[in-house]
């Protein structure tokens, strides 16, 4: 079955043009000019004029956790719900956390992923690997991963005593890692440091949610990312730091990258539209409690800056959904028991666009490189997704820079109760979401079916970075 998508503006993340698009089954076939009527189009059956719009690849969120266990609860969306959510918002590829558990095997924890996943996602998906315990069972159980298609791992030097590895057990990981070919994701904070504050704060009394965000100083997040980037230097492989924060950790990323170091970054929307001052609403503030926290306003043009001069290459949502009404409320009186995470995975895309290109901080190219282009190729799904080009999968939006809407937890389709965008008002959206060739959005109705997503197998960082 072809479809067409005709006369519209094809952005991608190295040069936009107006230009037909030509969709044979799940791939793209052909771009160019004057594709209608073409020996090339006969057969088409459906044609969607996409004048004054752009036709960009589906966006790709390489950082979200459905269903995730987090402090006796799970992130509410589901497989089916966020990727739904997701493709409302012109996202059609995430890549989510699966997760090793303390004294079990990788091989647990990321089947335990595929049967969330698979016969549930509405669109294409794959699998980072978290690891809570670095012994010699789970570094070979590393290798068997990679050859599978789950081509990086996350470590943390936060949550001590849930997900924290010391700097040895980090180390022997970026070893291995080195050894496979694959990258080392870091959540770089020093938890063990923030945890001394924190219970400090609570015993002065400071138990609501805004002291979240004051005891996690971004000084804390800084020394972590150096650190980290200091060991992957030494096991000599690539490191990514997610979600960065603070410009006190992009400093240090932009330091490493200069002197040529492999690392890489991505920060979140929420870093880069909401600031500390959102959290100091008394318990309101439990709706905006992540790790690391919204950090004081005056660091987002740096985060800004980061983005404009490929200091940080990605913008990931770190997607982790708590209803406020009941799973936050587990931290009223004492802010280290509020569920850490944010609702994101459906705004991303829009805020972006909002914020950045019709902000003018960057152009729409470089929008379509931080939401899709740069994920594939980080991710090792670089020819697959993040591009319109004929080979491709069909992942594609129509997207309107000119519409106006409002977001709100009254319309967006994301399993959670409330939105930390509620009522701001966004220039862009998309039209026509497609998933390998399927219409799955078409003008807000869902055209979707559950278990439509497919497991995708990733190349590793060393094909496509180094
Ligand atoms: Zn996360």
């Known amino acids: 079955m072809k479809s067409l998508i005709t006369n519209g503006t094809v952005v991608n993340a190295d040069g936009s043009a107006v230009a037909d698009v030509l969709v044979d089954g799940e791939k793209v076939m052909a771009v160019g000019r004057g594709l209608a009527g073409s020996a090339l189009a006969a057969g088409v059956e459906t044609t969607f004029d996409a004048t004054g719009k752009y036709v960009i690849p589906g966006a790709i969120d ?57 016969g549930n996602a509405t669109t294409d998906y794959g699998f980072h690997m978290i690891m809570s315990d670095v012994n010699d069972a789970t570094l070979a159980e590393m290798d068997q991963l990679v050859a599978e298609g789950v081509t990086d791992f996350k470590l943390f030097t936060a949550y001590p005593g849930v997900f924290y590895s010391d700097d040895g057990a980090i180390f022997r990981a970026m070893q291995q890692t080195a050894q496979n070919g694959g990258l080392i994701m870091m959540h770089a904070e020093n938890g063990m440091a923030i945890d001394v504050v924190a219970a400090q704060a609570v015993a002065e009394g400071k138990t609501d949610p805004y002291y979240h965000g004051v005891v996690r100083y971004p000084v804390f997040e800084g020394e972590a990312t150096n650190r980290v980037i200091r060991l992957a230097e030494a096991a000599g492989v690539p490191v990514y730091i997610v979600h960065l924060s603070a410009r006190d950790a992009l400093q240090m990323v932009r330091e490493a990258r200069d002197r040529g170091a492999m690392a890489f970054a991505e920060t979140c ?72 995470g944010l609702p994101g995975v459906e705004d991303r895309v829009d805020l972006l666009h909002d914020g950045g290109v019709v902000g003018g901080r960057i152009t729409k190219e470089r929008w379509v490189d931080i939401v899709s282009a740069a994920p594939a190729r980080m991710f090792g799904l670089a020819g697959v997704k993040g591009v319109v080009a004929p080979g491709a999968d069909a992942d594609l939006v129509i997207y309107d820079p000119a519409r106006r809407h409002t977001i709100s937890a009254r319309t967006h389709h994301m399993d959670v109760d409330y ?28 055209k979707g079916e559950k278990g439509w997503g497919r497991f995708l197998r990733r190349k590793t960082a060393r094909e496509h970075l180094v």
Not at 287 to 294: D, E, G, I, N
Not at 430 to 443: A, K, P
């Open 62 to 118: 390489v950082h979200t956790h459905m269903e995730l266990p987090f402090g006796g609860t799970f992130a509410k969306d589901t497989f089916e719900s966020g990727t739904r959510a997701a493709a409302f918002g012109g996202t059609t590829t995430i890549i989510d956390f699966a997760v090793q558990s303390q004294g079990k095997s990788l091989r647990e924890g990321l089947d335990a992923w595929h049967a969330k996943a698979q």
């Open 419 to 446: 939105s930390c965008y509620e009522g701001r008002s966004v220039t862009g959206g998309s039209d026509i979401v497609m998933s390998r060739g399927r219409v799955i959005v078409e003008n807000g109705n869902w």
């Open 269 to 340: 929307p929420q870093y880069l539209f909401l600031s500390l001052d959102d959290m100091a609403n008394g318990f309101n503030g439990a709706k905006f409690v992540c790790s690391p926290p919204l950090r004081p306003a005056d660091h987002q043009v740096d985060l800004w800056h980061g983005l404009v001069k490929d200091d940080l290459q990605v913008v990931s949502t770190d997607h982790c959904p708590f209803d406020f009404e009941t799973q936050k409320q587990l931290g009223v009186g004492d802010f280290r028991k509020i569920p850490n």
